[in-house]
């Protein structure tokens, strides 16, 4: 019987960014108007966006099938929606929110120039695409209002909303805010980089493509963006055609690279939320006790989730013995204990043979 040619997860994955892909296609019809709101020149962009969604997804879809990921997620829903502490879990996803994606604390805690670089980098990139793909996609387009040429009106998904005065500080701070945006994803770039360029763990442990390439990727798109408003601003449109070419090119290669490259962990990183709601349920319930010290030293419920994760991979760690099933059943500590008085015994059976 032949294998098919692609596997089940594939399958079940391509379909899923298929349908995100075609979803998010029908609401830039939707939201633009029947395109009526689209600007042609940035049907690049667009399809780079597309194609970064089924990419994004499919790699999503295919992670969240593997067999701990799953366990993991399965949990954490579990454990959020239990009945008991629903209510608290809300409040604990708001604070966990705040203080792990909004402010970055965890990072802060391990190095104030690490969290410096990340933070300015993540708020950059969150302004420019809050900003860049409503526009994009057509579901924000700004028109003259009252027949005037001195008042700009916000149109949201082709419905009117407020609207300003062209010079006024909020039509300023609204047309310029991808530059804002630039200022700190460079702030941030420069930062990060001279970590990478003096610490000597960084320097030992860093590859190209996962560390490097992602600076050199949002510095290229930031600095390139910057330089069109220079150009339109202050040179009277200098070598704006080859300087727009250009952005076009770094921000469309960015998009096509964002599903492979180390900016997926921008789409897995908020999957820890359900994995610190899996560690709360799990110092809540029962504790693993070790067979040979009888001390606590784990979640029961974390150490049967990885016995049964262990066995779907194909690993096999029982133990044929009355007392013990199973080596997770044996605490980190009598572990190192047995496997020392394992090494000792043959040393003194050896030494016995030999002498």
């Known amino acids: 019987m032949k294998s098919p040619l692609l596997p089940r997860e594939s399958l079940i994955a391509g379909a899923y960014g298929l349908g995100a892909m075609l979803i998010l296609a029908a609401l830039i019809v939707l939201g633009s108007r029947q395109l009526s709101h689209f600007d042609a020149a940035l049907v690049g962009y667009t399809f780079a966006s597309l194609f970064a969604m089924f990419g994004i997804v499919y790699r999503y879809s295919m992670w969240l099938q593997r067999p701990p990921t799953a366990l993991y997620w399965r949990r954490g829903w579990q454990a959020f929606f239990t009945r008991r502490g629903r209510a608290r ?46 526009l994009v996609f057509g579901w924000v387009h700004f028109e003259f209002a009252d027949g005037s040429f001195e008042r700009y009106r916000a149109n949201i998904f082709g419905f009117s909303t407020f609207s300003f005065e062209t010079d006024s500080l909020l039509g300023f701070l609204i047309f310029h805010g991808l530059v804002w945006a630039s200022f700190l994803v460079i702030a941030g770039v420069m930062l990060a980089m001279r970590r990478r360029m003096r610490s000597h763990d960084a320097l030992a442990l860093q590859r190209f493509g996962e560390d490097l390439l992602p600076l050199i990727m949002l510095f290229a798109v930031s600095i390139t963006g910057l330089m069109l408003v220079v150009s339109y601003s202050w040179m009277d449109g200098f070598a704006y055609e080859f300087l727009s070419i250009t952005h076009a090119a770094t921000v469309i290669f960015t998009l096509l690279w964002m599903p492979f490259g180390k900016f997926f962990h921008i789409f897995q990183r908020p999957a820890q939320l359900g994995v610190a709601f899996y560690k709360d349920a799990g110092q809540r319930g029962q504790q693993a006790i070790c067979v040979r010290c009888e001390q606590p030293y784990a979640s029961q419920l974390q150490v049967d989730d990885l016995i049964e994760v262990q066995r779907r991979l194909g690993y096999r760690y029982e133990f044929v013995t009355d007392r013990v099933d199973h080596y997770q059943r044996v605490c980190p500590r009598c572990r190192r204990i047995s496997m020392a008085l394992s090494q000792g015994k043959l040393w003194q059976e050896s030494h016995g043979t030999a002498s």
């Open 89 to 134: 879990n809300v409040g604990l996803m708001f604070r966990r929110l705040f203080s792990s994606f909004a402010l970055n604390i965890f990072i802060w805690r391990r190095n104030w120039l690490r969290g410096a670089a990340h933070w300015l980098i993540m708020w950059g990139c969150v302004l420019a695409a809050a900003i860049t793909f409503p």
